[in-house]
């Protein structure tokens, strides 16, 4: 069974500019995560999908950053202008469940983005 | 924001030594989890425990959980090399009508070989 993809791996940009990062899930997963972890801390969620809609994206700074999840399979999270503080590494995970209950999450190998 | 917060926030031992590490949290749950990370990689998942649930086991995996005092240990047997990594535990509550899964900042353990 394949796992979760993302990509690119590393990502070097400079302060303002803008960058995106890609995930697919594991096939038939209807829940995806993006997560933000920060050097030294546990991650931080920034938004969950079910299919194609937004389940919580109450963490997610919405001035800066975007995701969507087209036809409910791949995702795609977008910073627009980055700040230094965006330095970190962004995790997709999914899960089968519609309902997050009792599921554990798969998650990718993650993005480490840095901002110059 | 982390609801979970893991103790010691770093472990070292000797290979075949068995290690504890606790989480505390702070509001009600509906699981709790554990989650390893490698350096440079994703999370991989280990173990779930239920708000109902007391005990469970996984090869050379307990976890435990007391609701009552907001704490969960996680034991691992016969430590290896291997399983040097980052353990965090990670709690599902419902917050705003869906249920998120909330990490704690993690602890680094040592096996030494």
């Known amino acids: 069974e394949a796992g979760v993809a993302q990509s690119p791996r590393y990502k070097i940009i400079e302060k303002r500019q803008s960058v995106a990062f890609w995930c697919n899930p594991i096939?038939?997963?209807?829940?995806l995560y993006w997560y933000q972890q920060i050097l030294g801390q546990g991650p931080k969620l920034l938004i969950q999908?079910?299919?194609?809609?937004?389940?919580?994206d109450s963490q997610l700074p919405k001035d800066r950053f975007s995701a969507e999840r087209l036809k409910g399979v791949d995702s795609t999270l977008k910073i627009q202008p980055a700040k230094l503080e965006d330095s970190a590494v962004y995790l997709c995970?999914?899960?089968?469940?519609?309902?997050?209950?009792?599921?554990?999450?798969?998650f990718g190998s993650g993005t480490q983005l840095s901002v110059l | 924001s982390q609801q979970g917060e893991e103790d010691p926030q770093a472990l070292s031992i000797q290979e075949g030594e068995n290690a504890t590490m606790n989480c505390s949290y702070k509001?009600?749950?509906?699981?709790l989890q554990w989650y390893r990370q490698n350096s440079g990689r994703g999370l991989v998942h280990l173990i779930l425990?239920?708000?109902?649930?007391r005990e469970n086991h996984s090869g050379r995996l307990r976890v435990t959980l007391d609701t009552s005092k907001k704490s969960s240990s996680l034991l691992i047997t016969a430590s290896r090399a291997a399983d040097t990594a980052s353990y965090f535990c990670?709690?599902?509550?419902?917050?705003?009508?869906?249920?998120?899964?909330?990490f704690g900042k993690g602890m680094k353990l040592t096996v030494n070989p």
């Open positions: 995970a999914s899960s089968f469940a519609l309902w997050a209950t009792n599921e554990k999450l798969f």
């Open positions: 096939s038939g997963h209807a829940t």
């Open positions: 999908f079910q299919n194609n809609g937004v389940v919580d």
């Open positions: 509001t009600s749950i509906n699981n």
């Open positions: 425990i239920r708000s109902n649930e």
């Open positions: 990670a709690t599902m509550v419902t917050q705003g009508g869906s249920e998120k899964l909330v």
